[in-house]
């Protein structure tokens, strides 16, 4: 059980989470030591025969049970790795499934890794249908090799890239093993467009990840390339939109690039405390003012101003909803929408939870 959170945590989807974790285990523990400190009083024999059964059932397992288990969807291996020894601050998981997006991917990669002193981990996920044996995952080494060197290309040789081929049935799940294992700081994913199913907002391998990653999250729109002279970050408050604003500043592509912190003003709203809350963010990250325009616009139907204002610029940078439970809590459907009704280019951004243990208390 402690083997399966330490290394799992976040990536498991639980039917039921215990009231007060994890002090209620704790305690159990604690207690169950006491009483196997006690029991040594009053059976000698007891001890030797619990601890004769540990080893001969930890036998039976290590020579025989281990030999047999057959892999799941939850296997993961590593075909090929290579890592770099590099001590930066800051380090980006990069996945890319198709060759032919990695220039793409890999310029956003950069600009972030040039801000903060980062290295770069390249990641080919293989995806493997039920009925391919695992044996047979070498043969697709070929297609992480071209995706690969296609992005080796573009990265500067001052920034340290490191690359991992691995497979795994399930994408997502092999995606968050290697954003723990990695120990990555941020991890940049790339998406087609929006997608048609009802049950997801970016994608059926998007979603889980933005969702559970234990790390920042940026979801980057690809295709032909989205110019970034005016960017449009939608604010509704939160730590998302603080990360928002990060990002836009990183992406600015000339000194004539501007970003535009958009609010939009509902019915009892205070706009002087709205502009001090946007001034607030903007101060506290340290960002240029005179590269952000503050625009509130006063409106009862905010994905209508939203997305109408959108069209005006050529990116828009929004901040995802935090836990599927707690949308309409935090930060509504708004994100959700934008990404399905807008027609400009939407960047979903998410920023790292820092109260797990509150969630599942």
């Known amino acids: 059980m402690i083997k399966i959170r330490y290394e799992y945590g976040d990536e498991l989807d639980y039917g039921f ?4 974790f994890p002090i209620l285990p ?18 000698v024999t007891a001890w030797i025969v619990s601890g004769s059964w540990l080893m001969v059932s930890l036998m039976i397992f290590n020579y025989y049970s281990k030999t047999r288990c057959s892999d799941t969807v939850f296997r993961i291996g590593v075909l090929e790795e290579e890592r770099v020894e590099a001590k930066r601050p800051y380090k980006i998981l990069l996945p890319i499934a198709n060759p032919k997006n990695a ?7 950069v600009k972030i890794a040039q801000f903060k002193y980062a290295e770069i981990v390249l990641l080919h996920m293989v995806p493997i249908p039920e009925q391919t044996p695992l044996s047979d995952m070498k043969e697709h080494l070929y297609e992480g090799h071209e995706a690969f060197t296609e992005a080796s290309l573009y990265v500067p040789r001052d920034i340290p890239v490191s690359t991992s081929i691995r497979y795994c049935r399930s994408i997502p799940r092999g995606i968050l093993n290697a954003i723990h294992e990695h120990k990555s700081d941020l991890v940049i994913l790339g998406w087609r467009g929006r997608s048609f199913r009802k049950d997801y907002v970016l994608g059926s391998t998007l979603d889980p990840v933005i969702e559970k990653a234990p790390c920042d999250s940026i979801a980057i729109p690809l295709g032909r390339y989205h110019s970034m002279a005016h960017i449009l970050v939608p604010l509704a408050g939160g730590y998302h939109g603080h990360m928002a604003l990060r990002i836009g500043n990183m992406f600015l592509e000339n000194p004539d690039s501007r970003i535009t912190a958009l609010h939009v003003l509902r019915r009892g709203d205070s706009r002087e405390r709205i502009e001090e809350t946007i001034e607030a963010m903007i101060t506290s990250e340290n960002l240029p003012r005179g590269k952000i325009d503050i625009k509130i616009v006063e409106s009862e139907r905010v994905l209508v101003t939203v997305t109408r204002e959108a069209e005006q610029y050529d990116l828009v940078i929004i901040g995802a909803s935090p836990y599927r439970f707690l949308k309409q809590m935090v930060f509504g459907n708004l994100a959700e929408a934008v990404v399905k009704n807008c027609k400009t280019p939407v960047m979903m951004v998410k920023s790292k939870q820092e109260w797990k243990f509150l969630r599942r208390f």
Do not use: R
């Open 17 to 20: 989470v215990m009231p007060l």
């Open 26 to 43: 704790m305690l159990a523990i604690i207690l169950q030591i006491f009483l196997a400190v006690w029991l040594i009083h009053m059976s």
């Open 103 to 109: 220039i793409q991917l890999v310029g956003y990669a």
